[in-house]
């Protein structure tokens, strides 16, 4: 179970810093950082462990990544203003590293569940998207879920790919997990869009 | 238990396709679609799941359903735009139904824990306005439950009539969908409204 | 157990009285106004139970709190305007009682269960808060949780005093509630602020 323990902590960490970013580009206080980082890192968690079955008070199990996540947060509330020239780079970053790695362990579970494969690419998608979404939701935002630039399309090979069993090692998961943020990041930089189709809104 | 898989069925069919014109109506791109259909027709049950005390990972036991929701929604995608010259009227109707079919359900449910009539009240609203509430925060729209024309007091006649045990027959539940159908469909077409009290906001 | 149960009723009866005044606020019909009422009362209770892990199906058993709640709320809705002078303090006092009461109540429980006093922050402050963000994000506002004043810190001191077994006897409960009721109402009253920091948004 390395493996999954790692991707719960990589995950954790990046959602928690995307979202002190978010919360500071709406200059909410440090309450507000503490509690949009901690929903962000650990809402992910708790959507993977409410939709999966593992009970939610398991979520109180991990002082560790409470302490980690708390001192990394407190850390970005007070660094120097040089260090956010490229913030709003390192925010999508942070993001896309959350959502990749909870994408490949709601996968991984699924697989070891024997879920069937659509329940491995929903299980991807949705353990992936938690956290961002309530972040979003909180700080009144459009969900960068339905954004205009590919998000939630990149967790779909994940899912297939671990859910089918064509991946189930250790380094298998890091591939994917690696190819999910560069393809994330690729999508912001050119803007690369699925095909939409539009109804007049009532 | 057939009514309860069919209403289940039903349910979530018509909350997908409502899904599915929301997102075209905000212009999402195809992977948008599916996101906010399949959330808005296993929201509901995930929301009834987790309020009625079904463990939630039986959300993952419904391939059928998974398959049936994605061809309805992938052809809906593709449906030629003529089909859509009354679309705004499909999509309540499409509300409606997924409204009626997870309130009866919701209802006969707390009926046959032998919940209090408060509880069934509650379990009906709940149950069928749950689905319509997630769609409606993810599009970033003002929720339908609380919508001008009446919405989610025609649930509360489900609830008496189930709750109290005057109705337990697939019959009876059948009259209470086609009941609350029409009477949410009457209600938008003549904008009926109930007494509102306004205090100025703060 | 009476402490529980005691700040579970008074908890439970400021958020309805809250959630009734945002519906008004927002010119909510009547049924708009018992759903804002009763997804803020029992909301912040269900929100404890997923996070506590005691089962989300005990929500049901309170009919005595349900009956309550809706004569509270029927009440409010038909007071005569006179009494709604002072409005605003009173739905911002309610809410304050809510958050407190929940608060106390979350921290007691995370004591007993043996959690660790991190556990025991985190606990108080989504138990207090629970209710609250449910009724903002469906009024489409802001959460009061991020607001300007200073909201969710004040959660802070019954996690460690109640977390860290300093105070474990009713009469310190009710004195952390009146200090947490004062605080709150002292800053709206004077804007008190916490240090805040912006990055310009995306």
Redesign the interface.
């Known amino acids: 179970m390395i493996s999954w323990e790692l991707l719960n902590i990589i995950g954790t960490i990046a959602f928690a810093l995307s979202g002190v ?1 978010v ?11 503490y ?2 980082g ?1 929903v962000t890192a650990f809402g992910g968690g ?1 959507v993977r462990n ?4 593992v ?3 398991a ?2 199990d991990q ?1 560790l990544l ?2 980690i996540a ?1 001192l990394l947060m407190t850390g970005a ?1 007070f660094l120097p203003q040089v260090w ?1 020239r490229h ?2 780079r390192w ?1 999508v970053l942070f993001d896309a590293v959350g959502l990749a790695a909870f994408a490949v362990q709601g996968a991984i579970f ?1 697989a070891q569940m024997d ?2 494969l ?2 491995a690419i ?2 991807a ?1 949705l353990t992936g998207a938690g956290g961002g ?1 309530i972040r979003d ?4 935002r ?2 960068l ?2 954004s ?1 630039d ?4 990149w967790t779909v090979p994940a899912g297939l790919l671990i859910g089918s069993g064509l991946v189930d090692q250790f380094f298998g998961y890091v591939l994917i997990l690696g190819g999910i943020v560069s393809l994330r990041m690729l999508s912001v930089y050119y803007n690369w ?10």
């Not at 590919?150 to 399309?153: D, G, L, N, R």
């Open positions: 970013i919360a500071m580009e709406e200059r909410y206080d440090i309450i507000g950082v509690i949009l901690f708790a409410l939709l999966i079955g009970p939610v008070s979520l109180w002082e409470f302490t708390f509330f956010f913030w709003t925010g699924a879920l069937p659509s329940a929903a299980a998608a979404i939701l909180l700080a009144g459009r969900p879920v339905l205009r590919i998000y939630v399309a869009q699925l095909p939409r189709r539009q109804l007049p809104s009532s």
